[in-house]
């Protein structure tokens, strides 16, 4: 009777655990709660991976977008500060080219005259001031070339360079006598000469 007892015993706890043990399985989940939870994480999952993949696109979208205006606004600057850069660099080209006309019209040289120069016989009307003696070397040679090319209407190409180089001593002379003449007068007596330059070479013949 005892050996029932103890038996009956045991038996009553191992079905109260197996049931336990039930009651706790079944408190978990079913198979198919089990998959549709299953299903419902990898859903979640998903979903949550669309939003930060879209969240992340919008934000390189916005960073690019922000990158391109950055640009814009480099390169419009750029060109806004060229575009200032380029007007003051007219202006004071124009300022230089105003500076340059108003010294050609006042200094440029202009064609012998007349009165100053013949060109039928060639005789050169000098200056007092380059009729002196002391300059006769280099006002003789270019009297008689100036002659000579009136009469046989053109110089040859050494009697050309006898003219230039006479005339270009000359004025390589003047130029060293600065403290002999005032500027003023030193000035025409250089311009005088190069007239006369210009007058063989608009007239090579």
Same mark, same amino acid.
């Given at each position: !009777?005892?050996?029932v ?7 009553i706890?191992? %079905? ?11 408190? @978990?989940?079913? @198979? ?6 299953? $299903?419902?994480?990898?859903? %979640?999952?998903?979903? /949550?991976?669309?939003?930060s ?14 990158q391109? *205006?950055?640009?814009?606004?480099? $390169? &419009? ?19 230089? *080219?105003?500076?340059? &006309? ?15 120069? *013949?060109r ?6 000098? =200056?007092? $001031? ?9 006002? /003789? =040679? ?7 090319? @009136?009469?046989? +209407? ?6 050309? !360079?006898?003219?230039? @180089?006479?005339?270009? /001593? ?9 403290? $002999?003449? =005032?500027? +003023? ?11 006369l330059?210009?007058?063989? *070479?608009?007239?090579?013949?």
């Open positions: !009777m005892r050996y007892s103890v038996a009956a015993l045991g038996l706890l191992l %079905s109260t655990t197996a049931l336990t043990g039930q009651v706790i399985y079944n408190n @978990a989940s079913t @198979a198919a709660e089990g998959y549709a939870n299953g $299903v419902s994480n990898i859903i %979640s999952a998903q979903g /949550q991976k669309n939003v993949d879209s969240q992340a696109a919008i934000n390189l979208t916005q960073a690019r977008s922000s391109i *205006d950055n640009q814009v606004k480099s $390169v &419009n600057a750029f060109w806004e500060k060229k575009g200032i850069y380029n007007e003051h660099q007219q202006k004071e080209l124009e300022a230089i *080219d105003q500076k340059r &006309n108003a010294y050609l019209a006042k200094n440029a040289l202009t064609s012998l005259t007349p009165e100053e120069f *013949d039928t016989t060639g005789a050169v009307n000098w =200056p007092k $001031v380059l009729d002196q003696k002391q300059y006769d070397q280099f006002r /003789q =040679p270019l009297t008689k070339l100036f002659q000579q090319r @009136a009469y046989a +209407g053109a110089l040859t190409g050494d009697e050309y !360079m006898q003219a230039t @180089a006479a005339s270009k /001593q000359w004025r390589a002379l003047l130029s060293s006598q600065q403290n $002999v003449y =005032p500027s +003023g007068v030193l000035s025409q007596m250089i311009r005088f000469i190069l007239k330059d210009r007058e063989l *070479d608009d007239n090579l013949g």
